[in-house]
């Protein structure tokens, strides 16, 4: 597809109803915090919004990923492929309106909506509790691919622990 | 029309792609501050969105209301009447998404949002600077119109003019 | 709700991306035929349509009207209620986009592409082969409201059976 | 942009609302005529569409694509390229809905559409009336670029003239 082609259906994904107040919320948004707090509240934000969809029960990868992106459909945010990997789970975040909507000055903290998104849906499939779900720092194909990753937290040792 | 097309209409108008952000949005950003914050913040955010739009040059209050629903009909946010009292301007703003983007419980501070549009709107229209733009502080319509004024603030006289 | 707010819901109800193209198609097809077979082709083209859309198994009238109302709300198309008479089941259709896509003088066919949706549904569903879908004449509620039911064909006593 | 990306893009343009009843328009349509039946409907369609929309005054090539650009933009119809050759003006139409409305199988008459639209903004603009705006017959971009051409047509010598 053209870059043309490409730009021209980003910019229209994002419906026209919401995108200027998406765009005002985010310009007055960012200046009241540093990225850690903005990526607190949007990761915040995401679990609450997680509640509102049914994924389905997850019995299987497949089932888990066509459930997903069920609800992704419906919404026009994108898709979801889900790689499994050695020792963690890889959730590739396609096509999401979120460059456009926040803009991509807010591309450091604006992903964090998915991953409190994700992380609450997997929460909710009862995941162990060893296993955190957090954004890879890359962004890729010019902020039309999120990456997440599930995996079992390294757990810095304590003071008391160490010796 | 019946009650119940109505709530079908209401609900159908608030773009599905953003709904669930939208109330998870007001949600978490009520639990953050009193009304009076809220308010302002909506305030804020309504000025900033303002300024994506043009208008038109207000040349009569006809123009002017002609202007501001082309951008209201655009955005499906619904319709507003201006109407010319003795010693204010009134714009009664019906059929917004507000109620169902938002919630009726953010009823309270939503609708702050036009009100710092509307008043942005007509600053950028060169107006009297003895002027100020407030919400009225019914709801009326069960949610469905809201009223703003324009009309010139009585100061408080202030202690030391006061005799 | 006031009858601008209503005029204002119909209006943007129907997809701004097609709204040209079915008020065109409604001025060149009606050119084309009598009322007989505008409707006639409407009624088979909603029965090609209904093939697109599960509707559930009907194993009860309130899982059927769920059921339905599930396909109408995901494309906007307003809802339905369901009711039991002694001899016949109504659909009543509310809110359609129907008067606005094709517009107000196509209300004498356009309408039959509701009845071939339901026609085809209940067809599916393994419907006694004596009942027929038909929408009754009257439209309601200034366009808002389409009646179909679903009765046992009287059928003319015929030349020989008559004595 | 990835090809799933793009498919997924095409997909969602379309709008819900209307996709499976032009689907079933396609088929159903399609079974009426031949293509050339089929192109010279869709023509007259796209003529009856055109005269809803104002692209402007085209005092300039560039001033005429941005008003086409400005009527497609909201529609969510694509964008249009405006080129200048020799003989012809050649207007490149990138990223319509018509594959995904009218289905993949309809593109070798679905497009007669915007060549209706095009030929009927053209003549709306006083263009010479030895010039004729057709469809070049290659089909670009697997679905997603059309291209129109205006130019002089070619009269076929008649017997007689012929020496």
Request: aromatic share 12%.
């Amino acid at each position: 597809m053209s870059t043309k082609n490409a730009e021209y259906y980003e910019i229209q994904q994002c419906s026209i109803q919401w995108k200027a107040f998406l765009k005002a919320f985010s310009v007055e948004f960012a200046s009241k915090g540093d990225v850690k707090d903005l990526r607190a509240f949007m990761h915040q934000l995401g679990r609450t919004m997680a509640s509102e969809f049914s994924i389905g029960d997850g019995s299987s990868l497949f089932a888990l990923e066509a459930g997903i992106n069920k609800v992704w459909l419906q919404l026009n945010w994108g898709w979801v492929e889900i790689i499994e990997e050695v020792d963690s789970l890889i959730l590739a975040h396609h096509a999401s309106p979120l460059k456009v909507a926040f803009g991509p000055e807010a591309l450091s903290w604006s992903p964090a909506l998915l991953e409190g998104i994700y992380a609450q849906w997997f929460d909710g499939l009862g995941m162990d509790k060893t296993l955190r779900l957090s954004q890879r720092d890359t962004i890729l194909e010019d902020g039309q691919l999120f990456v997440y990753e599930l995996k079992k937290q390294v757990e810095e040792p304590s003071y008391f622990t160490r010796r």
